[in-house]
């Protein structure tokens, strides 16, 4: 079996959960604080998970060799100023599989989908902080669109606006 991107069935909600939080403590150590990284997985967020991805088609995983490795969320924007717009909620991989090409394969998947979906941009929110993340977006062509809004996370913090043009 090779590297697939599929859409994630609720009663793989705990594994897609476990996905996440491993993403999440390695992509934001540093920026996110150690206390709430390490609480965040739960039984409460596994029946969230669970909820969600059995009333979403939005959630897909990325796997290799049976392995589930990352996680994708996209769909319609959330941004009301933004109603043509896809958005890219949620890619991640877990840290081994860091830059080897996966997450453009994600990429490449979800922008297809979106143009597919007839959407004329993909935008992105993301920490201001993860500058990891800001340059994958910046290699794939989104740019700043001067949008910022604020989060908690353990501490105050700023999440701001990448947007894609897909004519």
């Given at each position: 079996?090779?590297?697939?991107?599929?859409?994630?069935?609720?009663?793989?909600?705990?594994?897609?959960?476990?996905?996440?939080?491993?993403?999440?403590?390695?992509?934001?150590?540093?920026i996110v604080p150690n206390d709430y990284l390490h609480a965040m997985y739960s039984d409460k967020?596994?029946?969230?998970?669970?909820?969600?991805?059995?009333?979403?088609?939005?959630?897909?995983?990325?796997?290799?060799?049976?392995?589930?490795?990352?996680?994708?969320?996209?769909?319609?924007?959330?941004?009301?100023?933004?109603?043509?717009?896809?958005?890219?909620?949620?890619?991640?991989?877990?840290?081994?599989?860091?830059?080897?090409?996966?997450?453009?394969?994600?990429?490449?998947?979800?922008?297809?989908?979106?143009?597919?979906?007839?959407?004329?941009?993909?935008?992105?929110?993301?920490?201001?902080?993860?500058?990891?993340?800001?340059?994958?977006?910046?290699k794939y062509g989104f740019t700043f669109d001067g949008a910022k809004k604020e989060i908690e996370?353990?501490?105050?913090?700023?999440?701001?606006?990448?947007?894609?043009?897909?004519?």
């Open positions: 079996m090779e590297f697939i991107i599929r859409k994630v069935l609720p009663e793989e909600a705990d594994e897609y959960t476990v996905c996440q939080v491993s993403c999440w403590q390695a992509a934001y150590k540093g967020r596994v029946e969230r998970c669970r909820k969600a991805l059995s009333e979403s088609e939005d959630s897909y995983c990325a796997e290799l060799k049976g392995e589930m490795i990352g996680r994708l969320v996209f769909g319609k924007s959330r941004d009301e100023e933004k109603p043509d717009a896809g958005e890219i909620e949620a890619i991640y991989l877990t840290a081994p599989f860091w830059g080897k090409g996966f997450g453009k394969k994600m990429m490449d998947y979800a922008i297809a989908a979106l143009k597919e979906q007839g959407c004329n941009e993909a935008i992105a929110w993301m920490l201001e902080e993860n500058n990891r993340a800001r340059l994958f977006y910046e996370l353990g501490k105050a913090l700023t999440l701001i606006r990448y947007v894609l043009n897909l004519r």
